[in-house]
């Protein structure tokens, strides 16, 4: 007989290993969508690449922060990762949007910014 407990969203026995979990398989095809080895994504993590491994294989549980910093670096939420959610990327507002058009505009030289029109308008 086995003691479960629901922790992040997924399920987990006591003793480490995964019935059920969402997490290790978002981690994966969110690192392999980014064409990175495990040993990449450890290292934009900040942590050895064996500590990786184990949140991919399910033997460990990141921490809140760790869980955030790599929602960040998969460019996703952490609902994604934990399987709360469906969507690997986040949808954002109209002013989301447009706030993201200001931001590119502000980049862009007046030229570039003439080319972007053009391409878009023929």
Known sequence: MYILYVHYGYVNRIGG???E????NNL????????????EAATKLGIGS????????GTREP??????????IFNTST????????????TFSENSKD???????????TSEKEKV???LTD
């Open 17 to 19: 290993a995964f019935l």
């Open 21 to 24: 979990s969402a997490l290790p």
């Open 28 to 39: 994966r095809k969110q690192r392999t969508r980014l064409g990175l080895t495990q040993k």
């Open 50 to 57: 064996a500590s990786y491994q184990r949140y991919e294989s």
């Open 63 to 72: 921490n809140l922060e760790t869980l955030c910093k790599l929602a960040d």
């Open 79 to 90: 609902d994604y990762l934990l399987g709360r959610s469906r969507k690997s990327m986040p």
């Open 99 to 109: 706030d993201k058009w200001t931001k590119l505009g502000n980049i862009l030289s």
């Open 117 to 119: 029109i053009k391409a």
